[in-house]
């Protein structure tokens, strides 16, 4: 069962938020945790232990800290004898010490979890072709193991759940219902997006009743996700399919239109889900984070990952680049670059450390192969490269007079990312490294302007009909970016359209959807992108 | 403060600190100067600051970052 289903649409989710209306109140938690599990085991069977074993250990490792730092704050005031300072910061280093202790377990017991069940077959993979090269007798035994749905996802929720505690952003929650479903809400299962407890939490297990706002915006925003899923993602798809499977029969422009439409593919399929998710949380009164600000209208690539995937590059940020930012080696290594090399480098060296981190995450994140790593990589150079020549494109901009903030200087910025983006994901979607660099250099090698004259890109699993019904869709969600660029409610318009008009308005995108969705004869069945990681 | 100030202006002198309510929120100051400024804070006032200070209402106006600072040498 996924979001796009038949099954989730027109049963699953009716069932469930129809019986969650009819219970009481202080039951609709229990209604929507037991709906996620049944989601949950209809995806990944008897793997709902490992989701049930990660919630446990949080669980009780969070109620572990909370114990130690009140320990730790009733022996500051009430102390046996009188302290001096010096046995206060004893006591507090002691503090420290054993929670931080207790919190590297808990992120310990998550992290080898993830470890050992989505990378252990990579790096056994590669640790036995390093000792194959010095010709070892011993190789190590290969493991492959079946991946729980969403693992990626609440492996991140559990670990800033235990840090949210140890930093006292949160206080450790004694009800394990709660938690539970904060780990398992259904509509975040397949794709995210990643919630904080602080965020999604309260009002998951507020057991709100269903409005007739929150139900009817909670529908259009679950059909604008199906209509970017099924006729843009799905159709997209099967170009898609056709050039990255037989790589090497294709070369030159047939390579460049692949990769744009790639990216245009995951983004409808994973903003189209996470609309999905939103919409379904909105029905049952709970806000989820947006996880997609108008990526394509980014000026560069630290801001175009501010407006992608926003849930990872701000848990990334929390969670990964400040702390590695904040140990004591970075921080002498900035005071020590900014002495002998100045400002302008004493901060870059410093947080290129930290930015690798996040990136070298970021690639290993999205999967197991080293055109991952290489997307990681990529996008590091690029944001360091940024933020190096940063003041030198600022002194020849100012000397020949370009006015940085002009909509020309704005637009040429914006292709540049988009070209970016556009190269990043063939090595993302590639089968492998080796792969994605023959496809890029073919661009170069196979060149030829008849491609696009010569009807070969309609013998790419698209017809003619097919790229009109795309070209005016993309037209349609780009309308919607610029309206909401410009922060203009869609749906506030709508329901204050005369009734008529309005349910005229939705029945139409509904009839779109049903008439032009790539799904059953002729199409290959497309799975959720982002379920994959 | 004066301390404070003295520091803010080695990172960025052409902000008016005194005033300034919006220097997060404005783009005035980015992540890498707050990250520079860190160190500093902790080596002047005997701080130390975790990942959890690191938001914008701590660091938008000198007041905010002063006030953090007592607080943190309090704890």
Known sequence: ?533 | MEKLLEILKDINPNIDYETETRLIDGGLLDSFSILSLIPELEDAFEIEITPVELIPVNFNSAKAIWSMISRLQEE
């Open chain 1, 1 to 533: 069962m996924t979001y796009n289903s038949i099954l989730y649409i027109f049963l699953f989710l009716p069932v469930v938020l129809l019986s969650y209306q009819l219970v009481p109140k202080h039951h609709r938690p229990k209604v929507l945790l037991l709906a996620s599990y049944v989601f949950f085991y209809s995806i990944s069977g008897k793997l709902l232990v490992y989701l049930l074993f990660s919630t446990l250990a949080i669980h009780y490792i969070g109620l572990w800290l909370s114990y130690s730092r009140k320990e730790y704050s009733d022996r500051k005031e009430h102390p046996v004898n009188e302290q001096t300072a010096d046995d206060k910061k004893a006591l507090k280093a002691a503090y420290t010490r054993k929670n931080r202790g207790i919190l590297w377990f808990g992120i310990g017991i998550q992290l080898s979890m993830l470890l050992i069940l989505k990378y252990s077959d990579f790096f056994g993979g590669n640790i036995n072709q390093l000792l194959k090269l010095v010709s070892s007798p011993v190789l190590l035994p290969a493991f492959k193991f079946a991946l729980p749905i969403g693992i990626s996802f609440y492996t991140l929720q559990a670990i800033s759940y235990l840090v949210d505690i140890y930093y006292q952003k949160i206080e450790a929650d004694d009800n394990l219902g709660k938690l539970a479903l904060y780990m398992a809400f259904f509509p975040l299962l397949m794709e995210g997006p990643i919630c904080r407890y602080s965020q999604t939490a309260g009002t998951l297990y507020e057991g709100k009743p269903l409005e007739y706002k929150n139900v009817t915006f909670g529908m259009q925003r679950v059909l604008w996700g199906l209509f970017k899923k099924l006729i843009i993602a799905d159709r997209l798809n099967m170009l898609v399919v056709t050039v990255f499977d037989k790589p090497d029969h294709y070369s030159g422009i047939t390579i460049i239109v692949a990769a744009i439409l790639y990216t245009f593919q995951l983004y409808a399929d994973f903003s189209g889900c996470i609309d999905i998710t939103i919409g379904t949380g909105e029905m049952f009164g709970v806000t989820i984070p947006e996880n997609f600000k108008q990526p394509f209208f980014s000026k560069s690539a630290s801001e175009f990952w501010r407006r992608w995937h926003i849930t990872l590059g701000a848990w990334l940020k929390d969670y990964i680049f400040y702390p590695i930012s904040l140990t004591k080696f970075v921080k002498n290594l900035g005071k020590s670059s900014r002495a002998k090399y100045g400002k302008h480098m004493g901060q870059i060296i410093p947080s290129s450390i930290a930015l690798f981190g996040v990136w070298i995450c970021n690639g290993l994140w999205h999967g197991t192969g080293w055109n991952y790593i290489f997307f990681g990589i990529y996008y590091f150079v690029l944001i360091l490269l940024g933020n190096i020549f940063e003041p030198l494109i600022q002194t020849v901009a100012e000397s020949l007079k370009i006015n940085r903030n002009s909509g020309i200087y704005s637009a040429l910025q914006t292709v540049k990312t988009l070209l970016i983006i556009f190269t990043g994901e063939l090595f993302f979607r590639a089968d492998d490294l080796g792969t994605g660099m023959r496809m890029f250099g073919s661009i170069f090698t196979g060149f030829h302007f008849n491609t696009l004259t010569n009807g070969s890109l309609l013998k790419l699993g698209l017809s003619l009909g097919d790229f009109i019904v795309v070209l005016f869709s993309l037209i349609i969600v780009l309308t919607v970016g610029i309206l909401h660029e410009r922060e203009i409610s869609i749906r506030e318009k709508i329901a204050g359209w005369n009734i008529a008009l309005r349910w005229g308005f939705l029945y139409t995108v509904i009839v779109l959807v049903i008439i032009f969705g790539a799904y059953g004869g002729g199409y290959i069945p497309a799975k959720l992108i982002y379920a994959g990681f």
